[in-house]
């Protein structure tokens, strides 16, 4: 077993006693318990920062996966790509759900905030479980979902808080991607289900 998925299993536990117990030493232990998988995220993932320790701390009730939607744009044999702001590499729009909205609203919303792109939603290509691809190492235990999406209006990119340009790349040249956002594997996996029109893949 490896620190993270130790970390990961320790934290189910510790916010689960918080959950649910009520006795004031019990919930001394848990905290004392959450304590110490911040130190492991601290001691093994680079892009840590206090805000991961905030979440651990602020986050209430069972531990379920997060869930990022992700938007496959496709013009001819090119892909819509964002560039992101905090590593200056390339991914498709999107990012954690929000609350209230679908994953088909989701994918739109973040399309039109990241690319300046209206699209409008046709369907569900992939539901991927990032244990299972090679990202970078995060606290978040999460679930991707790849939603092919077709573009309506040739819009126009606005700067905004998270991305920095929006373009079209080749699906053989792609650039270099941020790859805690999306793999180079999952971005062919979603472009192979849309080419051949065939069922949905889920890890």
């Given at each position: 077993?490896?620190w993270?998925?130790l970390?990961r299993r320790?934290q189910l536990?510790?916010q689960?006693g ?9 919930q001394?232990?848990?905290?004392e318990?959450?304590?110490?998988v911040?130190d492991i995220?601290?001691s093994h ?5 206090p ?10 009730g069972?531990l379920?996966p997060?869930?990022?939607?992700r938007?496959?744009v496709?013009?001819k044999n ?8 905090i590593?200056?590499?390339w991914?498709l ?8 909205l679908?994953p ?18 046709v369907?569900?290509?992939a539901v991927?479980d990032?244990k ?10 999460t679930y991707?979902?790849?939603?092919h999406?077709?573009?309506k209006d ?5 700067d905004?808080i ?7 790349f080749?699906f053989?040249d792609l650039?270099a991607?941020?790859?805690?956002r ?6 062919i ?6 080419k051949k ?6 890890d």
């Amino acid at each position: 077993m490896n620190w993270l998925e130790l970390a990961r299993r320790l934290q189910l536990i510790a916010q689960s006693g918080r959950t649910y117990s009520e006795g004031e030493h019990d919930q001394a232990r848990y905290k004392e318990l959450l304590e110490i998988v911040d130190d492991i995220y601290a001691s093994h993932i680079d892009s840590y920062t206090p805000k991961i320790k905030e979440w651990l701390f602020d986050e209430k009730g069972y531990l379920t996966p997060k869930v990022d939607v992700r938007a496959v744009v496709v013009r001819k044999n090119a892909v819509l790509l964002v560039r992101e702001k905090i590593d200056d590499c390339w991914a498709l729009p999107g990012g954690w759900a929000d609350t209230g909205l679908t994953p088909f609203e989701n994918a739109v919303k973040e399309t039109r905030e990241e690319a300046g792109l209206e699209v409008e939603p046709v369907r569900l290509l992939a539901v991927l479980d990032k244990k299972m691809h090679p990202h970078p190492p995060e606290p978040f235990y999460t679930y991707k979902l790849f939603i092919h999406c077709r573009q309506k209006d040739d819009g126009a990119f606005e700067d905004n808080i998270e991305t920095s340009d929006a373009r079209f790349f080749m699906f053989d040249d792609l650039p270099a991607l941020s790859e805690p956002r999306n793999t180079k594997g999952q971005i062919i996996k979603a472009l192979e289900v849309l080419k051949k029109n065939s069922d949905t893949v889920c890890d």
